[in-house]
């Protein structure tokens, strides 16, 4: 029966469902915060080859430290979640970055080279005017697994 489906869907030019159909989900839930509720969305999806990466930010006002220090802990938390999904900083394709001061630029592009050891992603860099738990950055990201 999955033989004849996939062959009709083939023959109607379906064949782009039939595989979104066929694709494997996994959600991974975020975590919750201390005096929250938790989060309404997935920290990151896995469709697939592809992980979604929700937005995070360098924990706020409350971690405090340099612009350095708040870089650092964004990328690394970035990080984490990469390797959580079985891929590698390389493996990022798509990264959006949000900041609430511009000035900061010089600083993050200096640090986040360090994370990357082959071609770097498409980024976008946006100044805003303020983040959530007085967060200095946001971040967040696609990322794909190369076929071999």
């Not at 023959?11 to 989900?25: D, I, K, S, Y």
């Not at 991974?28 to 990466?53: C, E, H, K, N, Q």
Request: proline share 5%; hydrophobic share 45%.
């Amino acid at each position: 029966m999955i033989i004849r489906t996939l062959a009709l869907t083939a023959a109607l030019g379906l064949a782009p469902l039939a595989a979104a159909a066929q694709t494997v989900v996994t959600r991974t839930p975020s975590a919750p915060r201390p005096g929250m509720a938790t989060p309404p969305f997935s920290a990151s999806v896995m469709a697939g080859d592809t992980l979604y990466i929700s937005g995070m930010t360098d924990g706020g006002a409350a971690m405090g430290g340099t612009t350095a220090e708040a870089v650092t802990r964004l990328l690394t938390s970035l990080k984490k979640a990469v390797e959580a999904g079985g891929l590698t900083m390389d493996d990022l394709v798509w990264v959006q970055v949000f900041s609430s001061n511009l000035d900061d630029y010089a600083v993050f592009n200096d640090l986040y080279r360090t994370y990357f050891k082959g071609p770097l992603p498409a980024r976008a860099y946006l100044g805003v005017d303020h983040l959530l738990g007085g967060a200095r950055f946001e971040i967040m990201g696609v990322a794909v697994r190369a076929k071999k």
